[in-house]
């Protein structure tokens, strides 16, 4: 029992997060590169200095770097997204950019050097700024053909290096914040959810299109749909609560059942009656939904609580999923639920559901980490509080695998310490690696392994056997 001997350890990040150089390589502007404060602030007309995202974390430069302490860390996966703009840097233009895959055929080798496999995702928050503001992002069907064609590039450029691959991350925040997940410029208050489900249809397609084609080039390629998932919890048993519960759990489902029954489903009439949702769309549409993937990835951080009357009660704090404050749970030094069970239900859940393997792409906690300096000059940090939050939910999942659920793999969020999606901060830390910068731009950004780090060695090198501190 416990974790299966092929799982795969692994971490993950995207490149608007960690790359930097975002004017480097012949890159073209994405829509990250003119939200300094990320998706709780404004979009500015052009990158301005405070935009952390612009420098990230020199992953860009620094990739060697960073990969061989990944290596160190013996871990088995690294999901890591390829930046649209690099490769098309407007997204318009017809021949890629040959020095932005450049780029990436280097990285992938230097993944597969070290033994890693690179897990690609394909759009992460990523949308080029030039289709973002022709076409308000994916709220325009033209989207598709320019996805598809990048999406064409990579997997005719990768296919035979690189396995997995996932078509959006947390394709279900197209409907809760359309500018991060689907490029739309338009401010979200003028987005009706009618509208919003338009951009999530043509999200879908355009994701069934590219596990179409994945599963044409190479059948052997795995294609992977992403959610942002959390346990729903109805605040009371009054059975109102419990119904609002599941009917908000439909709302993400609605994502996976799409991609993995490859059609939409039995309770979209009465979601689309509450949001008085028309969706405009072509009868080939439904023939490509049917293009299943091969696995569901998704995110866990927490788990949410609701409620039908949702004014009796607290809300809690959440970055971009949150809920009402739920008594039996812990939260963390931003206020959000930690809460390792709901992983488990999670897993269940969806093997239930779909019976098809499952994998944990994203997980961690966000805080501050505190740099001291030991009696030997060396800089050091106690993250005494991530190693409790990692063992806990990797105990979930091994109590999940060891119930009969089929998880492959689990990549920690943002392994190496990366700018933050929700407010394009630095010193919200999810790392094993810590990176020296700050929220004002400042620091030299150098790598220091923190407590965490030797103890996910081990953890990878029992395999999952030792979670202990
Ligand atoms: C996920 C995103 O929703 O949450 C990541 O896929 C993001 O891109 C992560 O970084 C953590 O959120 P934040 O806002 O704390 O960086």
Known sequence: MGFPAEFLWGGASAA?????????????????????????????????????????????????????????????????????????????????????????????????????????????????????????????????????????????????????????????????????????????????????????????????????????????????????????????????????????????????HIHCKGKYPYYTKRLFKKYDVELDTIDSDFDILKNTVDFISFSYYNSKTVALDETKYEQSEGNLLRGLKNPYVEYSEYGYPIDPTGLYLTLHEYYDKYQLPLFVAENGLGQKDVIEIDEDGNPTIDDQYRIDFLKEHLSAIRLAVDDGVDVFGYTMWGIIDLVSAASAEMEKRYGLVYVDRDNDGQGTLARTRKKSFFWFKKVISTNGTDLEK
């Open 16 to 256: 608007n997060q960690n790359e930097g150089a975002y004017n480097e390589g012949g890159k073209g502007l994405s829509i990250q590169d003119v939200m300094p404060r990320g998706v709780k602030g404004y979009v500015t007309d052009a990158p301005t200095e405070d935009n952390l995202k612009l420098i990230g974390t020199d992953f860009y430069h620094k990739y060697k770097q960073d990969i061989s302490l990944l290596a160190e860390l013996n871990i088995k996966v690294y999901r890591f997204s390829i930046a649209w703009t690099r490769i098309f840097p407007t997204g318009i233009e017809v021949a890629p950019n040959e020095e932005g895959l450049k780029f990436y055929d280097n990285l992938i080798d230097e993944c597969i050097k070290h033994g890693i496999e690179p897990l690609i995702t394909l759009s992460h928050y990523e949308t080029p700024l030039y289709l973002a503001k022709k076409y308000d992002g994916w709220r325009n069907r033209k989207m598709i053909e320019h996805y598809y064609k990048f999406v064409e590039v990579c997997l005719g450029r990768y296919h035979t290096k690189v396995k997995y691959w996932l078509t959006f991350n947390e394709i279900n925040i197209s409907l809760i914040s359309p500018l991060l997940a689907a490029g739309v410029l338009t401010d979200k208050k003028k987005i009706s959810m009618s509208e919003r489900y338009q951009i999530a249809h043509h999200m879908l397609v355009a994701s069934a299109m590219v596990t179409k084609l994945a599963h044409d080039i190479h059948p052997q390629l795995k294609i992977g749909c992403m959610v942002a998932a959390s346990a729903k919890y109805p605040m009371t048993c009054n059975p109102m609560d419990v119904r609002e519960a599941e009917m908000q759990k439909q709302e993400v489902d609605f994502f996976t």
